[in-house]
């Protein structure tokens, strides 16, 4: 069966500190890879996306995902935490055929310390 | 360019009162999705459509809960009778087509007393 696994409920890094949040997933084919980022009170906004190519993705906020097919992963980074960045983090898979369904990880909640 | 909108934003009712969620996808988008977000379940699939035909309702928790997209444009999701566990955030999104990242509207938060 498909899923999406954050094993990290909740995060706190210090302002100025990295930054890697884990996602593991479970699909049978290529998947597509997202992660998505939610502030309180607002939508998801997408912060990167995989489709194929070049493992390493960057995506906006200076953040960067690498998938790794071997460890079924596809881990976020940011080299420099800033204090907006507190949020709750969700990655999410695709399926490869044309259906459009997203499967979401229960999300890591960021908290970052000034 | 406009992003998903939702409405209400919020919305308070009594239990057994039908309730409305509209939403309008991004113009172009093919594809809109419904989304129930609570703290016990996670973000949630409720239903989804691809060029305003439902394709996936498997989501949808019961039959007090109705999906309708009449147009491109328009969609809504409508419960009745509501119930106090149906309270919770929920959101659309749109994409241009299946395989592209899906855009989120701002939500509705929905409370039933």
């Known amino acids: 069966a498909q899923s999406v696994t954050q094993p990290d409920i909740h995060i706190t890094v210090s302002e100025g500190a990295s930054l890697e949040l884990r996602c593991n997933y479970s699909y049978g084919a290529t998947p597509y890879l997202f992660w998505y980022v939610q502030s309180p009170g607002q939508g998801l906004q997408l912060l990167l996306k995989y489709f194929s190519g070049d493992t390493l993705v960057q995506g906006i906020k200076g953040f960067e995902a690498e998938f790794k097919r071997s460890q079924s992963s596809f881990n976020l980074r940011k080299p420099s935490v800033h204090w907006s960045d507190a949020a709750e983090y969700f990655c999410?898979?695709?399926?490869?055929?044309?259906?459009?369904?997203?499967?979401f990880g229960q999300g890591t909640t960021l908290q970052v310390k000034p | 360019d406009a992003g998903v909108i939702q409405s209400p934003r919020h919305e308070v009712t009594e239990m057994g009162q039908e309730v409305t969620l509209r939403c309008k996808p991004i113009?172009?988008?093919?594809?809109l999705f419904w989304y129930r977000q609570t703290m016990m379940r996670g973000l949630e699939l409720l239903i989804y459509?691809?060029?305003?035909?439902?394709?996936?309702d498997s989501g949808m928790p019961e039959d007090r809960f109705s999906a309708k997209m009449p147009n491109a444009s328009f969609s809504t999701l409508k419960i009745q009778p509501s119930e106090p566990r149906d309270s919770a955030v929920y959101f659309c999104?749109?994409?241009?087509?299946?395989?592209?990242?899906?855009?989120f509207g701002d939500g509705t938060r929905l409370s039933i007393l």
């Open positions: 459509f691809n060029n305003n035909v439902p394709i996936d």
């Open positions: 999410a898979v695709g399926p490869s055929s044309n259906t459009g369904k997203l499967i």
């Open positions: 999104a749109s994409s241009y087509n299946s395989n592209q990242p899906q855009h």
């Open positions: 113009s172009g988008h093919n594809s």
